[in-house]
Structure formats: structure tokens, C-alpha cells
């Protein structure tokens, strides 16, 4: 947790200190060959292959715009990574005459480039990735959760037992979706605005009170850019 800790504090002084920004590139190139891999499905030769500089570039973007209520550092860069990468595969045609795998599809609205629409042998290092990156997505949800003094124990506990009470939790979670200024409250004071709440979603005081903590983890989950754990979520969600 720690680590994570010291990673984020060196974003941030990466965002105004051109050589930290430099030394975190070097730190993690293994990171970056990792994320070109996982779109020219071999290993990068530096100097050759155009995607290598564009996701050290899509990196660096990443430390300038990262902000810790994004979730995870690394998480937050391979998104925009693969954001970069599409782009410049829609942009760019370097052979004229060949149907490149790495094109989004046409009228594609997802982003879906063609070649994961082939088969693809089992790819050990992009999932070691997506795995290590789940990780610090999780220990970064953790740590934040403690911030509010809630472990993850509290919050399995704290979980709403009966349909009608997971509703209600819905509506709580609907109403600070659509009035951000209410999870801007929360992470300021790190309390839960129960009585905003109670107004915006209808629901009865005692029954935010009860699932405190298990409204707080929702909320953090959903609005602060916790992907991963977002996801799954939605796949738990009835």
C-alpha cells in the first residue's frame, strides 16, 4: 500500500518536474512495452515501431492529467493508452493497399479494433498485467476506504440483506450520481451527507444511517473512476 502511496505522490511531483517525469518513464518501461504488446502482439523494437513512442507520449499525458479521484495511477494510464493507440490506428493508413488488424472497426461506436475479433492465443503478459493492475486498483480502493475509517470487512458486513433495502441503496446511489456536488462533500469531509441524501432520494434516514459504510463504498466505487471494481459491480448488480 505503501508503494502505491509513493507512486501517486511521484505523479504529482512528476506533473511539474520534467526530470521525475523522465526517471517514472524509465521506472516503467517494462509497463509501457507491456501495454504496446498488448496491440502489435510482439515485442517492440525501439526506434522501429511508432506505437512504442506513442504510448510513452500517452504515459507521460497520463501524469499530467492523473488525479487520485481516478483510482489507480496505472489503471488511469492504460486507459488512456489504449485511447491514444486507437486514435492513431484510425488516423493513420500505412499500407495503402493492406487491411490493417489494428483498425477500429467501421461504425463501431465501442472503440473495437479487428483483431480482437480473431482469435487470440493465451496472452501471459497482458494478463499479468490486467491482473496487477486489478491489484493496485483494489489496494487503492482499500486505502481510500480507510481514509473514512471502513475496512472491507465492515463493508461485506454492512451489506444490505433484504431486495427492499438493496433498493433503497440503489436510489441513494442514483441521487449522488446525478448531483455530483454531493460525493465532492463526501471525500472533503469524509462523512456520509445523509441528510442531502434523504432529501434528493427519498429514502428514509435510518435506513442511510444503517448502510452507512455500505453506501459509502458504493459511492466511491461507481463515481470516482474505479473501473475494474466498477465492472464488477455492474456483472453482482441484480
Known sequence: MNE??????????????PEVADALIRQYMGF???????FIK???????????????????EAILNYERKRGAFLAFASRGIRNRLIDYYRKEKRHAKVVS??????????????????EDPKNEIEMTHQRAA?????????????????SFSEVADNCPRQKRTLQACEKVLSAAKQNPDLLNEMLHTKKLPITAL?????VDKKTIERHRKYLIAILLAF????????????????
Open 223 to 238: 463515481t470516482n473512476g474505479y473501473e475494474i471494481i466498477r465492472g464488477h459491480l455492474y456483472h453482482l448488480s441484480p
Open 134 to 150: 486489478a491489484k493496485e486498483e483494489i489496494e487503492e480502493f482499500e486505502r481510500q476506504l480507510l481514509t473514512f475509517g471502513i
Open 42 to 60: 510482439r515485442t517492440p523494437i525501439e526506434g522501429q515501431d511508432e506505437e512504442l513512442s506513442i504510448v510513452m507520449f500517452a504515459f507521460y
Open 198 to 202: 434523504v432529501q434528493h432520494s427519498g
Open 4 to 17: 502505491l502511496h509513493d507512486l501517486a505522490d511521484q505523479v504529482y511531483t512528476a506533473k511539474t518536474d
Open 32 to 38: 509501457i512495452r507491456a501495454e504496446t504488446i498488448k
Open 101 to 118: 488488424l489494428h483498425e477500429p472497426l467501421q461504425d463501431d461506436e465501442e472503440d473495437t479494433l479487428k483483431i480482437d475479433h480473431l
